[in-house]
């Protein structure tokens, strides 16, 4: 997305000659037409390092900054050989040199060491064509924890610019399945929300499914297939040491926490064989059961208040999305009336919105659905599409894909402009799920 | 003479009972006692006692050993699995002859227990594919318990499409995952 020289050449060349009259041109941008937002020009200088001399940095913390910013689609970096000057320090900012780039932000920085194995990272942030410092941060941080530090000034930034929360020091949890038959391994994996990181929290030569973080972000329930049969589990992420919540006959199923944390949705068979969508007490242990249908009832999901329960059922002939109360389980409606196949709801932070698996012809493709109106927008457009996932700023949406026959993460952005491959990892990936904001 | 008969009778057995504790049914051939291994003492003499027994090939299946379903059965027990159609959980009427024969099995030997494992292709959503897999087993289940098979003989899991049979992402290879397998 880098602009190339010859443009911008030329641009200098018209601009050199009317200096006044193109610092007035700068306000009337352009804007590129076919709905597509045009992303914001911006300049982020090589953050200095002042260590001891032929000493070398111990993490390109701008390098990582801007591939974040860069890689929310909303922003278009400057080539660091196209800088004119390289500040690293606020007195020597000069607007003129950003203005004559068309650049509209400006991010500079500096790490410097404090203590063995300690660093100080400091940035400033400005709007070049208002000449205004916006924003100007100190942290202190270990080597270990430059990148996620890196992160969070990339978020701070990013909410500084566009007035919605950053997500790029949250993280996910997925599925990796290597090998086949006897040779299978599962693993349940937390990694950066860039892919990067990834780290192993369960392993098991038998089938994992469904995690789902607690809203604190401190444990991830799950389904796991050992010993034949399904059962549900809470894992606390620090210890690693698990509970076995449910593990009835027949299905323990589609866990996914209540927005208290207290209670767990979930998909039970244990009444004649038939998958009912039931609540957990996880301190008392006291099972209420919210859906009693013949049909196939799972894959509940919260509303953010609390006081309903999103999920699928065939009760219709086909998987649609209905909504049931969760006092009582009275007022059981349907959400989904567009198209024959609607399952796996996720609903948005703010609730307005639910990511559903929609299928179009045989495709099955990840869609957003307004739950009050049924209206329904198409967002991904693969063959096999499955289990979206709300970042918690609500921007964006992962989902598991197919790649060359192997199972990947992809990102979309909710309007449906801004697609991203998430760093590809080892084996056949499936069913991510966003975690929630770090609660520090 | 009479307590070395009895001493006879009770490692007789002795063996017997022991030969029972491994396999389901296995009668013991023999065709004279024989002292249990590894008793270094030799408990009991070791010479004929008034009786024995002969085995007789052919009776009972192949070594007198009862039959279990699967490759090497007779018939219709020799195939373990149920096809199901596209999104459906019907038994379709092509495998009534096959789950007559199993529940023949299972109502003629209670103490033979089954463990019905649903699936479902890979298409569409993960969690829902668990429900098709146990709405299959569960209509398995209803046939075989229809043929008189206790209920306590019946076991069901259902994979989802966790499981496949095999890989490919064609028809023909979706319709060889929508199954319920019979696991004895």
Same mark, same amino acid.
């Given at each position: 997305?880098?602009?190339?020289?010859?443009?911008?050449?030329?641009?200098?060349?018209?601009?050199?000659?009317?200096?006044?009259?193109?610092?007035?041109?700068?306000?009337?941008?352009?804007?590129?037409?076919?709905?597509?937002?045009?992303?914001?020009?911006?300049?982020?200088?090589?953050?200095? =390092?002042?260590?001891?001399?032929?000493?070398?940095?111990?993490?390109?913390?701008?390098?990582?900054?801007?591939?974040?910013?860069?890689?929310?689609?909303?922003?278009?970096?400057?080539?660091?050989?196209?800088?004119?000057?390289?500040?690293?320090?606020?007195?020597?900012?000069?607007?003129?040199?950003?203005?004559?780039?068309?650049?509209?932000?400006?991010?500079?920085?500096?790490?410097?060491?404090?203590?063995?194995?300690?660093?100080?990272?400091?940035?400033?942030?400005?709007?070049?064509?208002?000449?205004?410092?916006?924003?100007?941060?100190?942290?202190?941080?270990?080597?270990?924890?430059?990148?996620?530090?890196?992160?969070?000034?990339?978020?701070?930034?990013?909410?500084?610019?566009?007035?919605?929360?950053?997500?790029?020091?949250?993280?996910?949890?997925?599925?990796?399945?290597?090998?086949?038959?006897?040779?299978?391994?599962?693993?349940?994996?937390?990694?950066?929300?860039?892919?990067?990181?990834?780290?192993?929290?369960?392993?098991?030569?038998?089938?994992?499914?469904?995690?789902?973080? !607690?809203?604190?972000?401190?444990?991830?329930?799950?389904?796991?297939?050992?010993?034949?049969? !399904?059962?549900?589990?809470?894992?606390?992420?620090?210890?690693?040491?698990?509970?076995?919540?449910?593990?009835?006959?027949?299905?323990?199923?589609?866990?996914?926490?209540?927005?208290?944390?207290?209670?767990?949705?979930?998909?039970?068979?244990?009444?004649?064989?038939?998958?009912?969508?039931?609540?957990?007490?996880?301190?008392?242990?006291?099972?209420?059961?919210?859906?009693?249908?013949?049909?196939?009832?799972?894959?509940?999901? =919260?509303?953010?208040?609390?006081?309903?329960?999103?999920?699928?059922?065939?009760?219709?002939?086909?998987?649609?999305?209905?909504?049931?109360?969760?006092?009582?389980?009275?007022?059981?409606?349907?959400?989904?009336?567009?198209?024959?196949?609607?399952?796996?709801?996720?609903?948005?932070?703010?609730?307005?919105?639910?990511?559903?698996?929609?299928?179009?012809?045989?495709?099955?493709?990840?869609?957003?659905?307004?739950?009050?109106?049924?209206?329904?927008?198409?967002?991904?457009?693969?063959?096999?599409?499955? !289990?979206?996932?709300?970042?918690?700023?609500?921007?964006?949406?992962?989902?598991?894909?197919?790649?060359?026959? !192997?199972?990947?993460?992809?990102?979309?952005?909710?309007?449906?402009?801004?697609?991203?491959?998430?760093?590809?990892?080892?084996?056949?990936?499936?069913?991510?799920? =966003?975690?929630?904001?770090?609660?520090? | 003479?009479?307590?070395?008969?009895?001493?006879?009778?009770?490692?007789?057995?002795?063996?017997?009972?022991?030969?029972?504790?491994?396999?389901?049914?296995?009668?013991?051939?023999?065709?004279?006692?024989?002292?249990?291994?590894?008793?270094?003492?030799?408990?009991?003499?070791?010479?004929?006692?008034?009786?024995?027994?002969?085995?007789?090939?052919?009776?009972?299946?192949?070594?007198?050993?009862?039959?279990?379903?699967?490759?090497?059965?007779?018939? +219709?027990?020799?195939?373990?699995?149920?096809?199901?159609?596209?999104?459906?959980?019907?038994?379709?009427?092509?495998?009534?002859?096959?789950?007559?024969?199993?529940?023949?099995?299972?109502?003629?030997?209670?103490?033979?227990?089954?463990?019905?494992?649903?699936?479902?292709?890979?298409?569409?959503?993960?969690?829902?594919?668990?429900?098709?897999?146990?709405?299959?087993?569960?209509?398995?289940?209803?046939?075989?318990? +229809?043929?008189?098979?206790?209920?306590?003989? +019946?076991?069901?899991?259902?994979?989802?499409?966790?499981?496949?049979?095999?890989?490919?992402?064609?028809?023909?290879?979706?319709?060889?995952?929508?199954?319920?397998?019979?696991?004895?």
């Amino acid at each position: 997305m880098t602009r190339t020289l010859p443009t911008r050449i030329v641009v200098q060349c018209m601009v050199a000659g009317m200096l006044a009259f193109s610092i007035a041109n700068a306000q009337l941008r352009i804007e590129i037409t076919q709905g597509v937002a045009r992303p914001v020009p911006m300049a982020i200088v090589p953050f200095s =390092w002042e260590g001891s001399v032929g000493s070398q940095a111990p993490f390109d913390v701008s390098g990582l900054v801007a591939t974040d910013l860069v890689q929310s689609g909303r922003f278009d970096p400057l080539d660091e050989r196209d800088m004119v000057s390289r500040p690293t320090m606020p007195e020597d900012v000069d607007f003129d040199d950003w203005q004559i780039l068309d650049v509209d932000v400006l991010v500079i920085g500096r790490i410097l060491p404090a203590g063995p194995d300690q660093y100080t990272v400091i940035f400033q942030l400005y709007d070049v064509l208002r000449g205004e410092h916006l924003l100007g941060y100190r942290l202190n941080s270990s080597g270990d924890e430059l990148r996620i530090n890196s992160h969070r000034i990339a978020d701070m930034i990013f909410e500084t610019l566009t007035g919605i929360p950053g997500v790029f020091s949250t993280k996910i949890a997925y599925v990796s399945q290597e090998g086949i038959g006897d040779t299978s391994r599962y693993r349940l994996i937390i990694a950066d929300a860039d892919g990067a990181n990834p780290q192993e929290v369960a392993d098991s030569p038998d089938p994992m499914m469904s995690p789902s973080w !607690s809203p604190d972000g401190r444990k991830i329930a799950y389904v796991s297939f050992e010993g034949e049969q !399904s059962a549900i589990y809470v894992q606390t992420l620090r210890t690693g040491i698990r509970d076995r919540v449910s593990a009835r006959a027949g299905i323990n199923g589609a866990p996914v926490f209540s927005p208290d944390g207290r209670m767990l949705a979930l998909t039970l068979s244990q009444d004649q064989g038939n998958p009912d969508i039931y609540m957990l007490d996880l301190a008392g242990q006291v099972l209420t059961r919210l859906t009693r249908n013949v049909a196939i009832d799972t894959e509940p999901a =919260w509303a953010p208040d609390g006081q309903s329960i999103y999920f699928t059922s065939d009760r219709s002939g086909g998987p649609q999305i209905y909504r049931v109360e969760t006092y009582l389980g009275a007022d059981v409606e349907r959400v989904t009336y567009e198209g024959s196949y609607n399952a796996r709801a996720r609903v948005s932070p703010d609730g307005t919105q639910l990511a559903v698996v929609h299928r179009v012809q045989s495709n099955y493709r990840i869609a957003v659905v307004d739950p009050s109106t049924g209206l329904t927008q198409v967002l991904s457009n693969g063959r096999q599409d499955e !289990s979206p996932s709300f970042a918690p700023n609500g921007a964006q949406i992962i989902y598991a894909t197919q790649e060359g026959g !192997s199972g990947v993460l992809s990102s979309v952005s909710t309007d449906g402009r801004i697609h991203r491959q998430i760093a590809s990892v080892a084996g056949d990936v499936r069913e991510p799920a =966003w975690s929630p904001f770090p609660r520090i | 003479m009479v307590r070395q008969v009895w001493l006879l009778i009770l490692i007789v057995a002795g063996v017997a009972l022991g030969g029972c504790g491994g396999d389901s049914a296995t009668v013991p051939n023999s065709t004279a006692v024989s002292v249990p291994s590894g008793d270094a003492a030799g408990v009991g003499a070791n010479q004929n006692s008034g009786t024995s027994t002969t085995g007789i090939a052919g009776v009972g299946g192949p070594d007198g050993v009862r039959i279990v379903p699967g490759p090497d059965a007779p018939g +219709l027990l020799s195939s373990l699995v149920v096809y199901f159609d596209f999104d459906q959980s019907d038994i379709q009427a092509e495998f009534n002859e096959l789950l007559a024969a199993h529940g023949d099995y299972l109502a003629s030997n209670s103490d033979v227990r089954v463990r019905l494992e649903g699936h479902a292709d890979e298409t569409g959503s993960r969690e829902y594919n668990i429900g098709l897999g146990e709405r299959r087993a569960q209509a398995v289940r209803r046939v075989l318990l +229809l043929q008189g098979v206790a209920s306590e003989q +019946l076991n069901t899991v259902s994979f989802g499409e966790e499981r496949p049979a095999v890989f490919g992402s064609d028809d023909d290879s979706y319709a060889l995952n929508r199954r319920v397998e019979l696991a004895y």
